[in-house]
T-cell receptor
Framework: DAGVIQSPRHEVTEMGQEVTLRCKPI?????LFWYRQTMMRGLELLIY????????DSGMPEDRFSAKMPNASFSTLKIQPSEPRDSAVYFC?????????????FGNGTRLTVT | AQTVTQSQPEMSVQEAETVTLSCTYD???????LFWYKQPPSRQMILVIR??????QNATENRFSVNFQKAAKSFSLKISDSQLGDAAMYFC??????????????FGTGTRLKVLA
């Protein structure tokens, strides 16, 4: 299994630009999560999906952030317009929710730098 | 809402010694899981160990074991015979009861473990 695949691994952009982060969950997993990691706030849950449907987006910091999951094998997190305070590592993770005790499987993250 | 607290921002341990990382959580649920994840400098998140709330027996994975105290809402991680490769950030995580067919995973702020040669 290839694991959760995120792209790009690094992204450097200027303030005001649109940023799109991509994620491919593990095949067969039906739950997908987006987290943001910063030194100050640790790992914050932004949004999660079950069977491609957004369940809880209360962690999305502002309307500048949006996430989609058009099918079971792909999700995007978009920031428009980006700001320097959005600089962080963004993780995508997936799990198979019907299995009790199913852990989260993480991608390698995207390090976003907004200048 | 559930919360997870790791009160030790940083810990150090001598190689081959034992160290315990603390985690407490707050919840009103009875059905949940707890996890410890390791994040080395590569930033990859690696599952270390998991514990089901209904099981009284503490989980063990090789040199890693937990002390799960449900009444006290405490879930500490013990690393025995520490190795240089254990140096990493360790996160405690709580998985909620199911909502809309899935679960929410909440993480603590992490403890950075240094292993001294």
């Amino acid at each position: 299994d290839a694991g959760v695949i995120q792209s790009p691994r690094h992204e450097v952009t200027e303030m005001g630009q649109e940023v799109t982060l991509r994620c491919k969950p593990i095949s067969g997993h039906n739950s997908l999560f987006w987290y943001r990691q910063t030194m100050m706030r640790g790992l914050e849950l932004l949004i999660y999906f079950n069977n491609n449907v957004p369940i809880d987006d209360s962690g999305m910091p502002e309307d500048r952030f949006s996430a989609k999951m058009p099918n079971a094998s792909f999700s995007t997190l978009k920031i428009q317009p980006s700001e320097p305070r959005d600089s962080a590592v963004y993780f995508c993770a997936s799990s198979f929710s019907p299995v009790r005790g199913s852990p989260l499987h993480f991608g390698n993250g995207t390090r976003l730098t907004v200048t | 809402a559930q919360t997870v607290t790791q009160s030790q921002p940083e810990m150090s341990v001598q190689e081959a010694e034992t160290v315990t990382l603390s985690c407490t959580y707050d919840t009103s649920e009875s059905d949940y899981y707890l996890f410890w994840y390791k994040q080395p400098p590569s930033r990859q998140m690696i599952l270390v160990i998991r514990q089901e709330a209904y099981k009284q027996q503490n989980a063990t994975e090789n040199r890693f074991s937990v002390n799960f105290q449900k009444a006290a809402k405490s879930f500490s991680l013990k690393i025995s015979d520490s190795q240089l490769g254990d140096a990493a950030m360790y996160f405690c995580a709580y998985r909620t009861s199911p909502t809309s067919g899935t679960y929410k995973y909440i993480f603590g702020t992490g403890t950075r473990l240094k292993v001294l040669a």
